[in-house]
């Protein structure tokens, strides 16, 4: 364990199922599995983690074996997709599963989507804090990480391809995440904080995430959004010389090796993606920052005294 989080993301429901080629028209259940399946044991080798959720992948890959021992395993506790929809969004906790059952599964860590727009309806705004509350003080009790993941989302009425509008976004990406930190969660997963178009742009995103990295005391990694590989790649530099510790990529890693249906191009797509994580973990080395959360002994004996464990984690 080098302190860098290079994890594949291959949570998404709807948008990876649509991805999925079927062989009589949408993709079946199974099929999608299998999908999944085969993702992961191209990529198992390549990465510190994986990002899995309970419908098409977690239990499915573990009773596989498709998921190996040593790689690491989160899951989301959201009943939530990446597809955009229209208004004011909140989190919705899936049905049956939560951080216990999380827990239980054998995962390391839980993840909440969480969209935020404190400008917009305050009412919606203080109804998402209040959920992030919930988790923390539930994933404490469990011993559990919390990852949290703003999503900053166009209100009605806005233009997400103008210039105004891109610009408070990358703004509000930066101020949700320094939020964010003060209410407890243990690593963000966030946005890139601006665009990579020109020399222009990358310098005022550079700006944005070193303003990230300064506001906040929790490890921090990126989320790749759905964009072109290359901007990715460029996006991973930036974050990672400000203070990043790594990686949570989807889309733009395997959109391809996912759609391809005869079994030669995927093949080979499954190869390009797992290259592409591989030089994902390069960049992360070289130009990021490890979170490396140990302590010197003296300080450790001191925080655990003989007898520390007959008060740890009591539940009354």
Not at 26 to 48: G, Y
Request: aromatic letters at 8%.
């Amino acid at each position: 364990m080098d302190g860098f989080f290079l994890v594949c993301a291959i949570d998404h429901l709807k948008d990876f199922a649509e991805l999925v080629p079927g062989e009589y028209g949408p993709a079946s259940f199974a099929e999608v599995v299998v999908a999944k399946d085969a993702a992961v044991r191209a990529f198992a080798a390549s990465v510190s983690a994986f990002l899995l959720d309970p419908v098409y992948a977690l239990g499915h890959l573990l009773l596989s074996g498709a998921l190996p021992r040593g790689v690491g395993l989160i899951s989301g506790v959201e009943d939530e997709d990446y597809l955009s929809a229209a208004g004011a969004r909140e989190t919705t906790f899936r049905l049956g599963w939560g951080p216990r059952k999380i827990r239980l599964a054998g995962a390391d860590a839980c993840k909440v989507l969480w969209f935020y727009r404190p400008d917009g309806d305050p009412a919606v705004a203080a109804r998402q804090r209040d959920v992030v509350r919930y988790l923390v003080d539930d994933c404490r009790e469990l011993s559990l990480p919390l990852i949290l993941e703003p999503i900053w989302f166009p209100l009605p009425g806005e233009d997400p391809s103008s210039a105004s509008w891109r610009s408070r976004r990358a703004q509000g990406i930066v101020s949700s995440a320094i939020e964010a930190n003060q209410l407890g969660i243990d690593l963000l997963k966030v946005e890139f904080p601006g665009y990579v178009n020109s020399e222009r742009d990358q310098s005022r995103a550079a700006a944005a995430c070193q303003e990230l990295d300064a506001g906040i005391d929790v490890p921090w990694v990126l989320l790749s959004a759905g964009v072109g590989y290359a901007a990715f790649a460029t996006q991973m530099r930036i974050a990672g010389e400000a203070g990043a510790s790594g990686f949570m990529a989807g889309r733009s890693i395997w959109r391809d090796a996912v759609a391809t249906k005869e079994l030669a191009a995927r093949t080979a797509a499954l190869a390009q993606a797992r290259d592409r994580l591989e030089e994902l973990a390069a960049i992360t080395r070289r130009h990021g920052h490890p979170h490396l959360p140990v302590r010197p002994l003296p300080e450790v004996l001191q925080a655990l005294p003989d007898g520390w464990y007959r008060n740890w984690a009591q539940t009354s």
